[in-house]
């Protein structure tokens, strides 16, 4: 279970990066990797409690990073 949470936050940290410098976001690469991280954590644990998601972790990991990265700051956006 450990290995597999760090595994997801790298692979968030890694997501939000790529994103910021392709200019899929520009909110700032701290920014980013905060809201990726967050996103990739919280379905994490819905993957733990519920069994919600892929059967790898590492998908799960990148479609949360994504959705993440497309939801949130749009509400900002102007």
């Not at 809201?35 to 790898?56: E, K, S, T």
């Amino acid at each position: 279970m450990f290995p597999t949470m760090i595994g997801t936050i790298i692979i968030a940290g890694i997501i939000s990066y790529a994103s910021e410098r392709t200019g899929f976001t520009t909110n700032g690469i701290i920014p980013s990797v905060i809201i990726c991280v967050g996103g990739a954590l919280c379905f994490y644990f819905v993957q733990i409690m519920f069994g919600i998601g892929f059967r790898q972790p590492g998908f799960n990991a990148i479609a949360s990073s994504i959705g993440a990265l497309a939801i949130v700051p749009t509400r900002w956006r102007k």
